[in-house]
C-alpha cells in the first residue's frame, strides 16, 4: 500500500493525506488498515464498482445549467444506504466549491427535495451545510415522518440545529406523541373564559355566576393526534404567526390546463379481465353473439332515427310559428279614405 501511494504526483490530496500516518508504528497501521477495509468494504461488490467508476455528468453541473436528477433509495434494503450517502454529501461538497470560484453563487438555483430523509442515513456536517447553502442559491426541502427520525440519525442536538435552520416547516399530521408535543409547543397558548356556577343551599335567589380566563395550548398533543382532519396543516414560518392552512393535492394542480382532474396514475395503464387472457386463448365470437350484437346495433340506430325525426319535427313547428308570428308582426292594416268620390 505505501509503494501505491508512493507513486502518486507529489501534490496529490491523497498522497499528502497519505503521509500524515505511512510513519505510524506497526499496531497503529493495523487499525488504520482495518478501519480503510471497513469504509470499503461496500465496494467489493462487482455492481458498485461498475457504478461508480464512470459518469456521464459532473456534479457540479448541476449548477451551471437544468437538471432533473432522481435518486430511488430502496426502502427494504439498506446495503446501498452508504453509497446513497456519500453521493449527496460529495454533491454538496461539488456544488458549494463550484459557487466559492463563482462570486459565492451557483449559475442556477437548485433545489434539494429529501423525501424520506431519514432513510438516506446520517450525513456528515450537514447542520453546519444547511445553514450555508442557502447564500448559494440552494434550497433544501427535508420530508421527514417524526422527529424521533431525525434525533435518531443525527442526536438531539444536531436535530434542534436542524430544525433551527429551516426557515420554513410544514405539519401535515403525525402518529408520534413526542412529534405532537414539539408542535404543540410551537402553537403557542391561548386564553379561555370558563363560567363557574354555584348555589347556596335553602337560600332563594343564590345562584352565582364567576368568569375565571385560564391558559391553554392552542392545540394539545391529544388534539394533534387523534382530532386533526386530514385535510388540515400548520406552517411555521420565521416571524410570523402559525398558520392554519388547507392541503393542496398535486392532483389539482393541472386540473385547468388539462380540462379536467389530472390522474396521478396516468401511467398505469388500465386492464380488465378479458385483455389479461392471451390472443390464442380469447374465445371465439359464435353466431349467436354476433346476431345479438347486430340486433343491438340495429336498435341503437333505430333510436337514433326515432330522436333525430322528433328534433326534426319540433324544430319544423318552431320554425312554422315563427313565421306565422312574423307574418302578424309585419301585417299593417289598410288605411280608410276619409272622403269617398262618388
Not at 498522497?15 to 493495523?30: C, M, P
Not at 470499503?40 to 458498485?48: A, H, N, P
Not at 404543540?184 to 363557574?196: C, D, F, H, I, M
Not at 356556577?197 to 391558559?215: F, I, K, M, R
Given at each position: 500500500?505505501k509503494?501505491?501511494?508512493a507513486n ?7 498522497r499528502i ?47 451551471k ?40 453563487t ?10 424520506e430523509?431519514a432513510?438516506?442515513g ?8 444547511l ?13 421527514a415522518q417524526?422527529?424521533?427520525?431525525l ?8 436535530t434542534?440545529?436542524?430544525?433551527s435552520?429551516?426557515?420554513t ?9 413526542d412529534t405532537?408535543?414539539?408542535f ?20 332563594l335567589d ?23 382532519k ?16 388547507q ?28 385483455s389479461?387472457?392471451?390472443?390464442e ?10 346476431l345479438?350484437?347486430?340486433?343491438k346495433?340495429?336498435?341503437k ?12 319535427e ?18 299593417t ?10
Amino acid at each position: 500500500m505505501k509503494n501505491l501511494f508512493a507513486n502518486l504526483e507529489e501534490e496529490s490530496s491523497a498522497r499528502i493525506a497519505f503521509g500524515v500516518v505511512k510513519n505510524a508504528t506497526d499496531k497503529t497501521w493495523g487499525g488504520i488498515v482495518s478501519n480503510a477495509a471497513k469504509a470499503m468494504k461496500l465496494w467489493k461488490l462487482k455492481s458498485v464498482r461498475t457504478f461508480s467508476k464512470y459518469s456521464s455528468f459532473k456534479l457540479a453541473d448541476i449548477g451551471k445549467r437544468k437538471i432533473a436528477l432522481y435518486v430511488v433509495i430502496p426502502l427494504a434494503d439498506r446495503t446501498y444506504r452508504a453509497l446513497i450517502n456519500t453521493f449527496f454529501a460529495q454533491l454538496f461538497q461539488e456544488l458549494c466549491a463550484y459557487a466559492d470560484t463563482n462570486h459565492n453563487t451557483l449559475d442556477i438555483p437548485v433545489r434539494f427535495l429529501l423525501d424520506e430523509f431519514a432513510n438516506i442515513g446520517k450525513m456528515p456536517d450537514f447542520a453546519e451545510r444547511l445553514s450555508t447553502v442557502r447564500s448559494y442559491g440552494m434550497e433544501v426541502s427535508i420530508i421527514a415522518q417524526s422527529i424521533g427520525q431525525l434525533m435518531d440519525r443525527y442526536g438531539e442536538k444536531q436535530t434542534g440545529e436542524i430544525m433551527s435552520n429551516c426557515d420554513t416547516t410544514l405539519f401535515l399530521g403525525t402518529n408520534d406523541l413526542d412529534t405532537a408535543k414539539y408542535f404543540s409547543e410551537r402553537l403557542g397558548v391561548t386564553t379561555k373564559r370558563l363560567r363557574n356556577d354555584s348555589q347556596t343551599p335553602g337560600e332563594l335567589d343564590s345562584n352565582q355566576q364567576a368568569y375565571t380566563y385560564v391558559q391553554r395550548p392552542l392545540k394539545t398533543p391529544d388534539e394533534l393526534l387523534n382530532q386533526m382532519k386530514n385535510n388540515d396543516c400548520y406552517v411555521f414560518q420565521r416571524g410570523r404567526l402559525p398558520i392554519h392552512a388547507q392541503k393542496s393535492w398535486v392532483a389539482n394542480w393541472f386540473a385547468d390546463q388539462v380540462g379536467e382532474k389530472a390522474n396521478m396514475g396516468w401511467h398505469l395503464k388500465e386492464k380488465s379481465a378479458e385483455s389479461s387472457i392471451p390472443k390464442e386463448e380469447k374465445p371465439k365470437e359464435t353466431v349467436e353473439s354476433s346476431l345479438y350484437q347486430k340486433m343491438k346495433n340495429r336498435k341503437k340506430i333505430k333510436t337514433n332515427r326515432k330522436h333525430l325525426y322528433q328534433v326534426k319535427e319540433k324544430y319544423r313547428k318552431q320554425r312554422k310559428h315563427q313565421k306565422v308570428r312574423n307574418r302578424r308582426r309585419n301585417k299593417t292594416p289598410k288605411k280608410l279614405c276619409p272622403y269617398r268620390l262618388r
